[in-house]
């Protein structure tokens, strides 16, 4: 009867598999390296059975997260003990800034959600993401269907300078080869004319096969990345596509939400930025929450840093990779433009929110930017 007591008062049954896995996970992320020889260690402790909560610690470096995970009595499903959560998440402490701290645990605990209703572990990861698709990108439109899309790249520019450079060049050997070649004395000189109309026609004819053979290349080159843009983007409209009716079978979610956020929380502190290859975040954790206040600087030394710290804002995309702020800009705002994510296992498009989604107005940005600098070089030079 004790026995039988202590089972039901116990809220851990329904899930006691998944916990041994979320203790061991957490017990292997300890494994010092070099960068984390000196940090604390990461820990996840029962806090009550009978009330079904759970401590987690994490820590890398100067930086932790400090949560509590509380098991719903219907575990894997929810009742109103929990506020409609079979794992209710909530944060004691960190020393991540508010816009991170944020993020992370809002996907955590909507991760929770989705495989309330359902969803596989890996779909409620996509659909969990707190950076969506913008909105004027459209993967069914007709134009991405029928193969018509274009970018420009500084390849394209230099191509397009090269064609106008080769055009020239056969104009004026066609306007060679019309022209008359007349002796000193004023007769055509019929042999030396034949011999230049010849060589006219010869010229051309390697310049024309060898720009033949160049956009052969280019058009291939360009075929081959509309198929990779294709690859890339499928599926993204898929995450989205929820079957109506049938049964929802709650899934369990414990050892879902504690490896998301051993990996999230303790991966991003070493994380490095796709572009410049350096750590997103910084070292102290101090400096890191002095990018995200607002003061009133007085000197212009104090406002060049300040500028210098929001360039260096840790950036999350679409993709799940950190950026830094100005790393982000430029990888997204200057050609080529649409590329995928360079960080090694990702390759999928890099998408945010603060810049537009859609390839063309990219384009129509960057060449508007490109003339309003001419247009002061040119003034310039009057000066």
């Given at each position: 009867h004790q026995m039988k007591m202590k089972i039901d008062g116990n809220l851990f049954v329904p899930c006691w598999k998944e916990l041994k896995k979320c203790v061991d996970?957490?017990?292997?992320?300890?494994?010092?390296?070099?960068?984390?020889?000196?940090?604390?260690?990461?820990?996840?402790?029962?806090?009550?059975?009978?009330?079904?909560?759970?401590?987690?610690?994490?820590?890398n470096e100067a930086y932790y997260y400090k949560c509590t995970i509380t098991i719903d009595p219907a575990y894997p499903d929810y009742s109103a003990a929990t506020g409609g959560k079979s794992c209710l998440l909530q944060v004691q402490s960190t020393n991540f800034p508010s816009p991170i701290e944020t993020m992370l645990t809002t996907q955590a605990q909507e991760i929770v959600r989705r495989m309330q209703e359902g969803l596989s572990s890996e779909r409620a990861l996509n659909m969990s993401n707190p950076i969506k698709v913008p909105k004027d990108f459209h993967l069914n439109t007709a134009e991405f269907k029928e193969g018509n899309m274009s970018r420009l790249t500084n390849e394209t520019i230099q191509n397009i300078k090269h064609d106008t450079e080769a055009l020239k060049r056969v104009s004026d050997l066609h306007n060679k080869e019309a022209s008359a070649v007349r002796a000193p004395g004023g007769y055509v000189n019929k042999k030396a004319l034949a011999k230049e109309r010849k060589d006219a026609r010869r010229t051309i004819h390697k310049i024309t096969e060898a720009e033949r053979a160049a956009d052969l290349k280019a058009e291939e080159k360009e075929r081959e990345w509309k198929l990779e843009?294709?690859?890339?983007?499928?599926?993204?409209?898929?995450?989205?596509?929820v079957p109506a009716g049938g049964t929802i079978v709650p899934q369990p979610s414990l050892f879902v939400l504690v490896t998301f956020l051993v990996d999230r929380v303790k991966g991003l502190v070493l994380q490095q930025c796709p572009c410049c290859e350096k750590r997103v975040l910084p070292v102290n954790p101090d400096e890191l929450n002095s990018m995200y206040v607002s003061s009133s600087m007085s000197t212009n030394k104090d406002k060049q840093a300040s500028k210098l710290k929001k360039k260096m804002i840790p950036m999350h995309t679409y993709c799940g990779c950190w950026y830094h702020k100005s790393c982000l800009h430029t990888f997204i705002t200057e050609p080529p433009f649409g590329l995928e994510c360079p960080t090694?296992?990702?390759?999928?498009?890099?998408?945010?929110p603060h810049w537009p989604g859609d390839i063309k107005q990219m384009e129509r940005d960057w060449a508007a930017r490109q003339a309003r600098m001419r247009e002061v070089e040119d003034a310039m030079m009057f000066l």
């Open positions: 996970l957490v017990q292997n992320s300890n494994a010092p390296t070099k960068t984390t020889a000196n940090t604390k260690q990461s820990t996840l402790s029962i806090v009550s059975e009978s009330k079904g909560k759970i401590r987690l610690t994490l820590h843009e294709k690859k890339r983007l499928v599926g993204y409209y898929d995450l989205y596509d090694i296992n990702c390759g999928k498009r890099v998408f945010h």
